[in-house]
Structures are given as structure tokens and as C-alpha cells.
């Protein structure tokens, strides 16, 4: 470790700050907002730099550095493109004893500033010992999209019941392992979802209900998007990586499947076509079972939850058995594989309105209203119609609908194996017949599919269109 990373308390504490341009106001920024009285020196002070020192209580010095500039400051900040003045002020630092940093000159540096990550009270400091700023600050981009800036109203809930949490418990273990829940269950989910009050109130009841044998857990329906992991939303990744039990469908992918929790129970409640892995009403029952066993448990489904994911139906049965719930958006299926296929699914010339609607037919009776949908200047999109293709078509084509429609099967998409199939009304059932693309398939009819293989970005390196002889 080249430096030991420390946190300076300097609110209400002097700082010298020397120069006035762009280094500085950057430098000032920082030092403000940490609250201390920034004592500013340099012959030219750029009116930007002016107003920021000024205005948060600071001193305007307008004269050339002098050593009897440090008196009675803690922390010194070099902020010129000067090297000459820059070595005086390390020299006069130094013989004082005082903490000195000179802008991008780390020999001259006795401390540096880091990447920060600012959630106050959470702060996170990168740094890369003045080797590579740039990779620090890449680093610092990453975190900020990892860690939401709801951390800071976390920390401050947590700061305004420590001390009553060290007098609930005896020993630090105990504490420690308090907050550990606190920290990764239902008062934190409150927070990040803008619940500050709910949060309060219920880390009061956790508080006071500490000595229970039993505390009842909490469910997260959690939108596991088509297949490609990097479509998950940081919230739902964050609800996966904290789950005790994960239910999840067929939809889900393997490598959305790999980001949950390494020592979580995965259960399988899968559906597919006449083979349900767990009946609906057993799913049911399993998520009111182990959230009653006080545990956190995801239900991952594919695509988004409440878009032919029946989500409604497990939320009721949750909300009758008084089990705290969330709902985490997912990507739907007709959104992500028509985009990653190239069909955008409105286009002013083509399509000004679109429809998701279920393929799954009971019994492969006509459940669907074709009339409605024979007309023109829409987009239909058919979910789980992969088997009743050939009873969706004709069904088109009976109520008026023209033969010649272009027509797109798109196989698991948004995946590395994905395939398209293009066609007409007319033709699309022999050629999947030839081409037997796999479940699962989302079907997309109207005009815009015209614009596949011209928008087809994506296809260039892993979709690959089917070709039919």
C-alpha cells in the first residue's frame, strides 16, 4: 500500500488554497463541500473561482504566494501550473509539518486526492497513487452506477439509531449481526424505493421486536428480461445477489441464472408446453412458505412480471398471507428481441401503434379477437405462439388481414444463439417447418419487420437470419 487512505474532518477548518484558474475551482469545489474555509491566494482570480470562495465563506487573498500564508491553516492545496511556486510551497509545508498536495505532482504531494464516490455519510475514495488518474476515475463511474445515491438516506437512518441499536444489544456480534439484516433486507428495499418513512418505521419494529424467535420474510417479483444479462436493471441484480431462495421459470437464461446469490436455493418452477415443472398455485404456496420462514426470496421470471408473467395472481395470493412484497420491471421480451432483431416496432411509415398479445392458446380454440386485429399500420406481437403459428395466421388472414404480411419469428432472443425467420402470413408456417427455429419465439407481424435486414445491428456478429431454399 503506497498511501494510507484517511478521511480529513474539515468542517469549519482553514485551508490553503493556492491559485486561481480552473485547477483551483475544481480543488475549491471539493474542499467547500467538505465544509472548510478555504483561504484562496494568487495574483488572478478567474470570476467563476471568485464567486465559489466567497460565497461559501472563504478569503480572497489577490497577491503572490508567501510563506506567512500558512499560518493557522491544516491543509495546503497547491493548485497552479507553476513548478517554481509549487516547490516553495511543498518546501514551506514540509518545514511546517503541515499536510501539503500539489496538483498532478505527486512527488510534491504528502497526501492526494482520490476518485470520490460521494453517498454522505457514505464516502468512497479511489485512488491509483497518482499512477493513473484516468483509471481511477473510470473505477469511481463504475461504482456510482452500482451504488444509488439512496445510500446516503440509508446512512443517515442507520447514523440516527446506532446508539440505540448498541443498548438493544450486549456484544458487538450481536449488533453486527442486526445491521447485517437491516442492511440487506426489507428496511433497506424501503429506502432505495424512496420509503424513508415506511424504513424508519419498520427498522423501529425490527428494533423492538429484536428478542422474537421469528421475524417474516419478504418476496421480490424480479423481471429476469429475455436472456441477456446485461439487460437485468441494477436493482434487480442487487435483489438477486441478497436472496435466500430464487424461484425461477424456464425463461430465465443460464447466465442470468449465474449472477444470483452463490449460496441461495435455487428451485426450479418452470412451465412449459404441457409440462409445468410446479402448478401455479404450488408456485403460490412456495413463495408465501419460505417468506413465512422469514427468508428473502426472488421470484425471477422472464421478460417483465406483470406482461403475460401472471405476477397479478402470486401478488394476491402474497398480500392475503401478509407478506411484504416488491415488483422489479424487467425488459419484456417484445421490446428487447424485435430491437436486437432489427424491427423497431413503431415507425411513422409503417406502424403507428403496436399489441402484445398471448399465442398461448387453450386448447388451440380461437380465443383472440382477429377482426381486431386485421387492421393496418400496427404492429402485432405474439408471445408463446410458437405452436398455434399456423392457428395465428390463418386466423389473420381470415379476418381480412393480407396474405403477403411480412412476418418474423425471432428465437431466443437477445442471446448468443439467437435466429430470425423472416416471411409472409402465407409462407411463414413452411418455412418454420423447414427451418424448425427453437422455443422460446416471439412472433412480430406488420410492415415494419420490412426493416430487418437494414437495421439488423446486432445480427452482424451473433443473430443470424435463417435462409430458406
Not at 31 to 39: H, Y
Not at 61 to 84: M, S
Not at 211 to 218: F, I, K, L, P, R
Not at 428 to 433: F, G, N, S
Request: glycine share 8%; charged share 20%; hydrophobic share 40%.
Amino acid at each position: 500500500m503506497e498511501y494510507l487512505p484517511l478521511f480529513f474532518d474539515l468542517k469549519g477548518q482553514s485551508v490553503l488554497l493556492i491559485g486561481g484558474g480552473d485547477i483551483a475551482l475544481r480543488k475549491g469545489r471539493l474542499l467547500t463541500r467538505a465544509g472548510a474555509r478555504v483561504r484562496l491566494v494568487a495574483p488572478r482570480i478567474d470570476a467563476e473561482v471568485r464567486e465559489l470562495i466567497t460565497g461559501s465563506g472563504g478569503e480572497l487573498i489577490e497577491a503572490e504566494y508567501h510563506r506567512q500564508h500558512l499560518h493557522g491553516v491544516r491543509l495546503i492545496v497547491a493548485a497552479t501550473d507553476i513548478d517554481e511556486v509549487n516547490r516553495v510551497v511543498h518546501a514551506d509545508a514540509v518545514a511546517a509539518g503541515l499536510p501539503v498536495n500539489v496538483v498532478d505532482n505527486p512527488p510534491l504531494c504528502t497526501f492526494i486526492f482520490p476518485a470520490i464516490v460521494d453517498r454522505s455519510p457514505i464516502v468512497i475514495g479511489i485512488s491509483s497513487a497518482g499512477k493513473a488518474p484516468v483509471l481511477a476515475r473510470n473505477l469511481r463511474a463504475k461504482l456510482e452506477t452500482l451504488i444509488p445515491p439512496s445510500y446516503a438516506n440509508l446512512g443517515e437512518l442507520v447514523g440516527r439509531f446506532r446508539s440505540q441499536v448498541k443498548a438493544k444489544f450486549d456484544s458487538v456480534n450481536k449488533r453486527r449481526n442486526f445491521w447485517e439484516k437491516v442492511l440487506s433486507g426489507s428496511v433497506a428495499e424501503r429506502v432505495f424505493a424512496g420509503q424513508n418513512e415506511a424504513a424508519e418505521a419498520l427498522l423501529i419494529e425490527q428494533i423492538e421486536r429484536a428478542d422474537a424467535d421469528h421475524q417474516v420474510g419478504e418476496v421480490y417479483l424480479v423481471g429476469a428480461g429475455p436472456g441477456d444479462p446485461e439487460l437485468l436493471t441494477f436493482k434487480a441484480l442487487r435483489l438477486m445477489q441478497q436472496a435466500d431462495v430464487v424461484l425461477y421459470d424456464a425463461l430465465v437464461s443460464p447466465e442470468v441464472l449465474e449472477l444470483c446469490r452463490r449460496d441461495a436455493d435455487l428451485i426450479y418452477v418452470g412451465k412449459q408446453r404441457d409440462n409445468h415443472a410446479v402448478p401455479q398455485e404450488g408456485i403460490n404456496d412456495l413463495l408465501v412458505q419460505h417468506a413465512k420462514a422469514g427468508q428473502r426470496v426472488v421470484r425471477l421470471k422472464g421478460g417483465d412480471p406483470f406482461i403475460f408473467g401472471r405476477g397479478g395472481e402470486e401478488l394476491r395470493q402474497l398480500k392475503e398471507a401478509g407478506v411484504p412484497f416488491q415488483v422489479v420491471p424487467g425488459i419484456t421480451a417484445a421490446s428487447a428481441c424485435s430491437t436486437y432483431a432489427g424491427i423497431p416496432l413503431t415507425h411513422r411509415d409503417y406502424s403507428q401503434s403496436v399489441k402484445f398479445i398471448t399465442g398461448q392458446l387453450k386448447r388451440r380454440s380461437a380465443a383472440i379477437d382477429y377482426d381486431d386485429l386485421a387492421g393496418n399500420n400496427q404492429t402485432l406481437v405474439f408471445y408463446m405462439g410458437l405452436h398455434t403459428l399456423d392457428v395465428l395466421t390463418a386466423g389473420l388472414i381470415g379476418a381480412g388481414k393480407s396474405p403477403d404480411t411480412p412476418v418474423a419469428i425471432v428465437s431466443r432472443g437477445t442471446r448468443p444463439d439467437q435466429q430470425v425467420l423472416t416471411g409472409r402470413l402465407d409462407d411463414i408456417c413452411a418455412r418454420q417447418a423447414q427451418a424448425q427455429l427453437p422455443a422460446p419465439a416471439l412472433i412480430i407481424v406488420g410492415e415494419v419487420v420490412e426493416l430487418h435486414s437494414e437495421l439488423s445491428w446486432y445480427g452482424d456478429s451473433q443473430s443470424s437470419s435463417v435462409p430458406i431454399a
